[in-house]
């Protein structure tokens, strides 16, 4: 028999969970949305109850050939070295279990940071280019992903599936100037 740990939460958390498990049930149910829209907005509730941080630290099955290449591609190329790796460093914190979506925005990863939004743009930029993070555009907004290649939440069968889909990991000519 093995033994099971659970973390303890104070009751108005453990309400407030449950209520939030009940909508996200209901919300599947609606057609009309997406899954990754059902994701935000239950991580948006979470956050906004400091739900998140209690939830406890998720597992990130991370490919060290990946990461090592990415770390070494950011120290030796990018613009901003040093505030480049720690965010990519911070990202893994941020990362949504079942989607693979970069939770917080740009501005949310600045103040985190304490540096220039732009700056945050700008990298995210590099890691898009080596394809370490998926950019999808959504009208004027941008959602960024962990590509599955380099470090992903899912699951055996659905990881082979986003992984096949995801691009590989690639060197590119240029960077720092």
Not at 97 to 115: D, F, P, V, W
Not at 117 to 137: D, F, P
Not at 153 to 168: D, F, G, N, S, T
Request: hydrophobic share 35%.
């Amino acid at each position: 028999m093995s033994a099971q740990i659970k973390r303890l939460q104070p009751k108005d958390k453990q309400r407030i969970r449950k209520k939030l498990e009940q909508l996200q049930l209901l919300l599947t149910d609606c057609p009309e949305l997406e899954e990754k829209e059902i994701s935000s907005l239950v991580w948006k509730i979470k956050k906004k109850n400091n739900l998140h941080e209690i939830e406890g630290k998720t597992f990130i099955m991370l490919f060290p050939e990946q990461n090592d290449f990415v770390v070494d591609w950011l120290a030796s190329n990018s613009k901003r070295p040093l505030n480049a790796v720690k965010l990519w460093s911070k990202l893994f914190k941020y990362v949504h279990h079942e989607t693979g979506q970069i939770m917080l925005s740009r501005q949310e990863l600045a103040k985190e940071l304490n540096i220039h939004t732009q700056s945050i743009t700008n990298i995210m930029s590099e890691l898009e280019s080596i394809r370490a993070i998926i950019k999808e555009k959504e009208g004027r907004g941008v959602t960024y992903y962990l590509n599955p290649n380099v470090g992903t939440h899912l699951p055996q069968p659905h990881r082979k599936e986003a992984q096949a889909k995801a691009p590989p990991l690639e060197v590119i000519n240029g960077g720092k100037e």
